[in-house]
Structures are given as structure tokens and as C-alpha cells.
T-cell receptor, first 111, second 113 residues
Framework: GENVEQHPSTLSVQEGDSAVIKCTYS??????FPWYKQELGKRPQLIID?????GEKKDQRIAVTLNKTAKHFSLHITETQPEDSAVYFC??????????FGDGTTLTVKP | DAGVIQSPRHEVTEMGQEVTLRCKPI?????LFWYRQTMMRGLELLIY????????DSGMPEDRFSAKMPNASFSTLKIQPSEPRDSAVYFC???????????FGEGSWLTVV
């Protein structure tokens, strides 16, 4: 089955700096790669996603890149703010409907 | 739409009791997922359904766990008998089509004492 590895498990940055979280996947059939943000005590919510026919996607301060050959994708957050502090999960999905999540990255943005 | 609706939001039960968690997916969504989240094991997929049919239950930890989806708007996850190690947040989620955004409910926080 699919295996998704996510790094780092914790990340601490100063407000205004950039944060990068990386994920690798194993199943070449995976073609949809969403990123979720989970604040303490809340549900995971989608922040950005990318499909396998696209190499990069950007939404304001958030961007995601995908390298299908190397089977890895990354989340980039620029100009971080304290409210960006949360746990971030990557996931890889196939046309069979199954989504496999990474173990999560706890991001702390220090004011 | 009200989103994915789960109940109960919080439950505290004694070891050995039966626990039933309920979920109403977003109307029109054809995929329904049950996830379990703990500090130790992260977000685990327990089972998922497509058009009310279980597709993959390989994540169900053991026979004490069972899930049903009798119709397109309702699913249950049952634990019988419950054990302290079942304490976790159980998320129900749904999506429209395969390989699309998964929308999570607010979770059912289960504590087994």
C-alpha cells in the first residue's frame, strides 16, 4: 500500500520567516496531493492541493510543489505569522479513493 | 451545507461498554471515511465506503470494531467491547469522487476509562 513520509515532525520559525515541509510517497498511482492544517482541538482542513499534472501551485503565502519523478511534494509558507502555528498534514490519494496521510508537522511561529 | 456531522462530540465510557459513533456525510458525497487520531499513531484510516459499500477495512484494528453505512446519509462506527487503548479522536470525513478533497467532521472525542 501507499506510504507517505513527512519531515520534519516539528518546525519552529521566527515570524516573517519561511517554512518548508516535505513529503515523499511510494505509490506511483497517487495523483492528488492535498495539504491540511489542523489547529489544536479542531478538525483538519484543506489549505491547498495539487494534482499530478501540475508542478507548482500558489495561493497567496502558501505554495506547493510536486516532483512526480522523485515522488515528493513540499509545502512552502512565506512570511509566516503566529496564526500559522498548527499541525500540517500532507496526503497522497489515488483514483481508488484512498488517501494516506503523513504523520504531521507541528509548526510553531514565534512572534 | 452543514458539513460532515458527527455525534456524539464527546463520550466517556467504561471499559467493556459498547460505543457507537455516528456520522452524516455532506449531501451528495459518495465517499465516506472513518479516521482515528492519537498522539502516538497520528491520523489512521480505519475504513472507507464508496456508494455505501465498504471498499477497504484493512485499517480496522480488530474484530471489536465494526462500521456500517446503511444509506448515503448515515454511517456508524461501533466498538464492542471498548478498551482504554481505544481512547482517541474519531473523525468521519466525506468526499465527492475519488482523489478529491476530503472534508472532515469535528470529530468524536472518546475516552474509555
Amino acid at each position: 500500500g501507499e506510504n507517505v513520509e513527512q519531515h520534519p515532525s516539528t518546525l519552529s520559525v521566527q515570524e516573517g520567516d519561511s517554512a518548508v515541509i516535505k513529503c515523499t510517497y511510494s505509490d506511483s498511482a497517487s495523483n492528488y496531493f492535498p495539504w491540511y492544517k489542523q489547529e489544536l482541538g479542531k478538525r483538519p482542513q484543506l489549505i491547498i492541493d495539487i494534482r499530478s499534472n501540475v508542478g507548482e501551485k500558489k495561493d497567496q503565502r502558501i505554495a506547493v510543489t510536486l516532483n512526480k519523478t522523485a515522488k515528493h511534494f513540499s509545502l512552502h509558507i512565506t512570511e509566516t505569522q503566529p496564526e500559522d502555528s498548527a499541525v500540517y498534514f500532507c496526503a497522497a490519494s489515488t483514483n481508488a479513493g484512498k488517501s494516506t496521510f503523513g504523520d504531521g508537522t507541528t509548526l510553531t511561529v514565534k512572534p | 451545507d452543514a458539513g460532515v456531522i458527527q455525534s456524539p462530540r464527546h463520550e466517556v465510557t467504561e471499559m467493556g461498554q459498547e460505543v457507537t459513533l455516528r456520522c452524516k456525510p455532506i449531501s451528495g458525497h459518495d465517499y465516506l471515511f472513518w479516521y482515528r487520531q492519537t498522539m502516538m499513531r497520528g491520523l489512521e484510516l480505519l475504513i472507507y465506503f464508496n456508494n455505501n459499500v465498504p471498499i477497504d477495512d484493512s485499517g480496522m484494528p480488530e474484530d471489536r470494531f465494526s462500521a456500517k453505512m446503511p444509506n448515503a446519509s448515515f454511517s456508524t462506527l461501533k466498538i464492542q467491547p471498548s478498551e482504554p487503548r481505544d481512547s482517541a479522536v474519531y473523525f468521519c470525513a466525506s468526499s465527492l469522487g475519488a482523489g478529491n478533497t476530503i472534508y472532515f467532521g469535528e470529530g468524536s472525542w472518546l475516552t474509555v476509562v
